[in-house]
Structures are given as structure tokens and as C-alpha cells.
């Protein structure tokens, strides 16, 4: 086993726990990792301000945020794969002519503009509604889609340009996103930033849009919880998000490997 240099961790299924807690056994561990030079790393779909809250009792070295849009280190965006404002632009008079009156939001610099929708369990209160017409002139990270017309759109993708893709998230909701947006790019972002190498990388996830990391990475660990395409693709499987699976399997594997 090569010697591990960094970790790079999905969030939801992987270092949190079902009730969406990262627990003191593993903080405790990705502490003691980090204290003995090892980078530790965050790759998640989540955005960035949906990520802060979790560094109560524990800071990473670098975030990946929207599955690899944006790249942060020490609070500051160091690297952006996002979609240029002609693009965006683009894909809502896309998503109109094909769809209709849909409900359609954009993340723009950690902010999100919406034209009146979020899912429910999405607590926004900086929300800024708008038509559209009045955005930033920056890359958008992603666009996102509800289920009014999810299925839809991930059948006929005719709404898309040739440098996007859709990612269908839980069946509820699609995240349109930049070809290079992807969390095998995150680690390679990370691999450059931090001149380590991608074999001496370890990194950790549970479902679809780990597997190119989990593939990639000098060692890929599925979670127990993982979907068995994912565990396929991994080098060791280790235990489920709830029982410290992440945290447990760094100490299992010995201080001389890690």
C-alpha cells in the first residue's frame, strides 16, 4: 500500500452520519491524521455555505463544493470549473422552450437565484428570487431543476450545451453542471495544489459520483452503506457511515500506512 499523503472524503452517506452529524471518533481521528501532516479533504455536492457549519470541532484543508465547481482552501476560492454566464443564459431559454414555466434555480458565488422555487427541506433564507435577467456576469457553479420536470429533463437532455451535463440527485432534483465539474477533477485539483501525487491520495464515498475518484485514487474506499456498483469499483470496502466506517477503517489500517 502506498504511503497516504492526503484523504479526499464525500460528505452525505460517507463522513456524515444518517443524522447528518460527523461524530467525535472521527473528527478525533481526521485530527490526529491532520497533526501528522496529512491533508484532509472534503469532496461533496453540497454548496460551500452548506459545508461551513460542519467545521465545529474539526477544519479541513481544502472543499470541494458542488461536486467539484469550486475548490477552497483556507475559506477562498483557489479554482472554478463552472458554466460561463452565455451558457447558463442559454440552458434557462433551453429549459423553457422544452419544459415551460419550470421552476429553475442558479448557484452563483455561493449564492442561489431561483424564480420562486427551493425543495422544502432547503433552508435559504438568503434566497434571491429573479427572472433571470439581472445575474452576475460570472460562471454559474451549477443550475438546478426540480421534480416537476426531473424525469423529463433526464430523458430528453436536448436542454443542455455541449460543455454540461446533468447529474439526477435522489430522483428529486438534476444539478446541471460543467463537464469538469466532477469530484475525479476535485483530486486532481487538490493533487496539484498540494503536490501530492493521485497514488498517494486515499479517498472515500458511497455512491454514483464517487466511483471516478474511488477508481483514480491511490486507494478507494466504498463505505459499507455504498451501492454495490461502487463497492465494485473500490479497492476495500470498510464499514457503514453510522458505525464511524471512515473514521475506524484509518485506524485499523495501522500508523505505518497511513
Known amino acids: 500500500m502506498n504511503e497516504i499523503k492526503m484523504i479526499v472524503t464525500d460528505m452525505d452517506g460517507t463522513l456524515l452520519t444518517s443524522e447528518k452529524k460527523i461524530s467525535d471518533f472521527t473528527k478525533s481521528v481526521l485530527k490526529r491524521k491532520q497533526s501528522e501532516d496529512v491533508i484532509i479533504a472534503y469532496a461533496t455536492a453540497r454548496p460551500y455555505r452548506f459545508i461551513v457549519p460542519f467545521f465545529d470541532g474539526f477544519t479541513p484543508d481544502a472543499v470541494s463544493a458542488h461536486n467539484g465547481a ?36 442558479m448557484e452563483l458565488d455561493d449564492k442561489i437565484y431561483t424564480n420562486g422555487y427551493l425543495l422544502p427541506e432547503w433552508d435559504e433564507p438568503c434566497s434571491i428570487e429573479t427572472d433571470f435577467s439581472d445575474l452576475p456576469n460570472i460562471p454559474a457553479d451549477k443550475i438546478i ?21 446533468l447529474q439526477v440527485i435522489e430522483g428529486i432534483m438534476g444539478a446541471v453542471l460543467h463537464k469538469d465539474a466532477t469530484k475525479l477533477n476535485s483530486m486532481r485539483d487538490f493533487s496539484r495544489i498540494f503536490g501530492i501525487p493521485m497514488e498517494n491520495i486515499a479517498c472515500f464515498g458511497d455512491d454514483l459520483n464517487d466511483m471516478d ?46
Open 70 to 105: 469550486v475548490i477552497y482552501h483556507g475559506g477562498k476560492v483557489i479554482a472554478r470549473h463552472g458554466i460561463s454566464p452565455a451558457e447558463s443564459m442559454q440552458i434557462v431559454a433551453n429549459l423553457r422552450e422544452m419544459f415551460g414555466n419550470v421552476s429553475i434555480s
Open 213 to 258: 475518484m474511488l477508481e483514480h485514487a491511490g486507494i478507494g474506499v466504498a463505505m459499507g452503506n455504498a451501492l454495490e456498483e461502487v463497492k465494485a469499483r473500490a479497492d476495500y470496502v470498510c464499514g457503514r457511515n453510522d458505525e464511524d466506517g471512515l473514521g475506524q477503517w484509518i485506524m485499523d489500517n495501522g500508523q505505518s500506512r497511513l
Open 145 to 165: 431543476v426540480y421534480k416537476d420536470i426531473i424525469d423529463r429533463a433526464a430523458t430528453d437532455r436536448g436542454f443542455l450545451t455541449e460543455n454540461t451535463y
